[in-house]
């Protein structure tokens, strides 16, 4: 028996509120059951942990607390049951009521004003009505609890319109039960069937598989003989990975969920399992693959963390928890104090979801450094797989600049085979060498044959090799390494002759040089001048006639085509022509000079000169057709 029933009538703007919640702001509607269930497991959690604080719960049996989904196919109901901690009157007027609290006005401002579907969803969490979402699916709702420690129950219901109806109802058992008696199917409205078995385990399975709480289900199989057997089925796993200690997982249990999240067959690389406690409380269960996916460098691609809170599943590729650099990473991220409904945009700016963040990369690199430093050889693996990915951190992810610095790992003059890392070129340093010395290009051949290597190689410097793209700019973004600043040795003035002091050693014999080119040189560049910005002498050259360099702060030809080929016009860029003086063809070019300033072959000459400059380097000609016209012209005379 109950009391009479108390019917309360809902504002006119909780009303219109209700109705946005209905018909608008829920893109999907699947997820009333996960607001639904995420409701009960906190009902659960909250009379196992009542139970051992409050004296008067302490004879409650805590032993067989679950969720448990009910189905009548002839009423056309679902319902949503528990044996938690239930709910006074009080406390349904308190929390299923929370719709008709002060500031609805304002709320319902916001959801107006809320330029998305998402950001809208996010605010109706915060304000503490996800259970409302239930009246998408359901013409009405019944709700009958019973708070443990109290001798009489109370029912809810409503039919999501004007009116709800509350009142007291004896004889229930401890614990809540929600049943919804469901809309008819309408694909185009995207209400499913519910009351479908298939639907029901595939919604609990993607948002709510791993909650502590069995989550329980009748269901009806045919045996051998033919006849109907009624069975209770356990519909998700429990298997929380992230919310145990890393002591009692084991390896086995770490590569069987790292291939659900992730479809990839092969073992992780590495597993980082942690754990944060204090204002912001998570868990994050993080795998480095093994190997890249076959997507890593497409647009599309999306990162590779799930959100979840407190175990219900909200995201995939959640952005606001990882950089775009580390896109590869795969893993789980479970907050304790978010939304349900939290949004992409309300992530995005949210300062504790940032602060997670920033722990998660600083783990991730971290985990990346142990690996080098402990298994060099599975490092090398790794970073062959997602060393280029990582180096567009060095562009995106400034705070972390010295951490990936310390990642790096490179090809260099000082093995044909094996990498280096920045750290090791540094401790190979020539004595009075400040600089770290690179050279970009297309392959590693190329680079090796490149003139601005000569005198280098002559002089036994180490010259790092980059021929990723991504190297053309994060070589401009970064000053230095450890003190040490990076130099192209195809930018600036470069001599090597240089003491560590700064002061140039006397040199009488460039001085003389420079003089014997005082008449080329001038003449060279105005030749030149709508190629090169000027044409000076070479101290990097020892078997090359002539080489192509840039200014300090000058964009490389190929990043020039980078931006070209992304559709961003630079204005373009006259470069520097360096000459070798102690070369046959540069020397006879000065003798001709000399003795006929206005020959017009000379200019051809200079002109040829200057294209197996652009050749040797890689470069493009402005016109192919003349190079090769004036090179057949001129050879027969050679012969």
């Avoid at 009333?32 to 409701?39: A, Q, T």
């Avoid at 450094?369 to 060393?387: L, N």
């Amino acid at each position: 028996m109950g009391s009479s029933a108390e019917t309360l009538e809902f504002q006119a703007e909780t009303r219109q509120l209700l109705r946005l919640v209905i018909h608008s702001i829920y893109s999907n509607k699947d997820i009333f059951l996960r607001e639904l269930i995420s409701n009960a497991s906190d009902a659960l959690d909250k009379l196992r942990l009542e139970s051992l604080t409050d004296a008067s719960l302490a004879e409650v049996d805590t032993t067989g607390l679950q969720i448990s989904l009910e189905v009548d196919g002839d009423a056309r109901t679902l319902t949503v049951r528990d044996n938690g901690i239930g709910m006074t009157r009080d406390d349904l007027v308190e929390l299923i009521g929370t719709i008709a609290k002060s500031g609805t006005a304002g709320l319902l401002e916001k959801i107006k004003e809320s330029k998305d579907a998402a950001t809208a969803e996010s605010l109706i969490g915060q304000f503490g009505v996800g259970f409302y979402s239930a009246f998408m699916v359901a013409d009405r709702v019944t709700l009958r609890t019973r708070r443990a420690g109290t001798d009489s129950g109370v029912q809810w219901e409503s039919d999501g319109e004007g009116t709800y109806t509350i009142h007291a109802v004896d004889g229930l058992p401890v614990g809540t039960s929600v049943t919804l008696h469901l809309k008819p199917v309408d694909s185009e409205d995207g209400l499913a069937d519910y009351l479908s078995e298939s639907k029901i385990r595939q919604i609990v399975k993607r948002y709510s598989d791993f909650i502590r709480w069995p989550i329980r289900m009748a269901t009806e199989r045919t045996d051998a003989e033919g006849e109907t057997v009624r069975e209770v089925d356990t519909l998700n796993s429990m298997k929380a990975l992230w919310a145990r200690s890393r002591t009692e997982v084991t390896e086995g249990e770490y590569n069987e969920f790292y291939q659900q999240i992730s479809h990839d067959w092969l073992p992780p690389a590495e597993t980082i399992h942690m754990r944060a406690e204090g204002t912001f409380e998570y868990e994050a269960l993080l795998f480095i693959p093994s190997q890249a996916p076959f997507d890593l460098f497409s647009r599309e691609t999306k990162p590779g963390v799930q959100l979840y809170v407190k175990r219900v599943f909200i995201m995939d590729d959640c952005e606001a928890l990882m950089p775009h650099y580390l896109r590869f990473v795969k893993g789980v991220v479970d907050a304790h104090d978010l939304s349900l409904n939290v949004s992409r945009e309300i992530l995005q700016h949210d300062r504790q979801i940032r602060g997670v963040r920033r722990r998660l990369v600083k783990k991730v690199l971290g985990a990346f450094k142990d690996m080098q430093s402990k298994d060099a050889e599975r490092y090398a693996k790794v970073w062959t797989q997602f060393g280029r990915v990582l180096k567009e951190g060095l562009v995106e992810d400034t705070d972390n600049t010295e951490a990936l610095l310390e990642l790096v790992s490179v090809a260099s003059t000082h093995d044909p085979e094996k990498t280096t890392t920045l750290r090791e070129y540094v401790a190979r340093m020539k004595d009075g060498q400040d600089a770290v010395y690179y050279l970009t290009g297309e392959t590693r051949a190329m680079v090796e044959n490149s003139p601005h290597m000569e005198a280098f190689a002559a002089k036994g410097y180490e010259v790092l090799i980059l021929t990723d793209p991504i190297d053309e700019v994060w070589v401009d973004r970064v000053p230095a390494f450890d003190g040490h600043r990076l130099q192209s040795i195809a930018k600036g003035q470069v001599d090597l002759d240089e003491s560590a002091d700064g002061d140039r050693e006397a040199d009488p014999e460039k001085a003389r040089r420079e003089q014997d080119f005082a008449a080329l040189l001038p003449w060279l560049t105005t030749t030149l001048s709508e190629q090169v910005k000027q044409v000076r002498l070479s101290s990097r050259l020892t078997t090359s006639a002539a080489c192509i360099v840039g200014d300090a702060h000058d964009v490389t030809p190929t990043l020039e085509k980078m931006y070209r080929a992304m559709g961003q016009q630079l204005p373009t860029v006259k470069r520097i022509l360096e000459l070798n003086p102690a070369h046959p063809l540069i020397t006879a070019l000065r003798t001709a000079h000399a003795a006929g300033p206005d020959d017009p072959a000379l200019a051809e000459i200079a002109e040829l000169v200057y294209g197996s400059a652009l050749l040797a380097e890689g470069g493009d000609l402005p016109d192919p057709a003349r190079f090769a016209r004036l090179l057949t012209d001129r050879l027969p005379r050679t012969l």
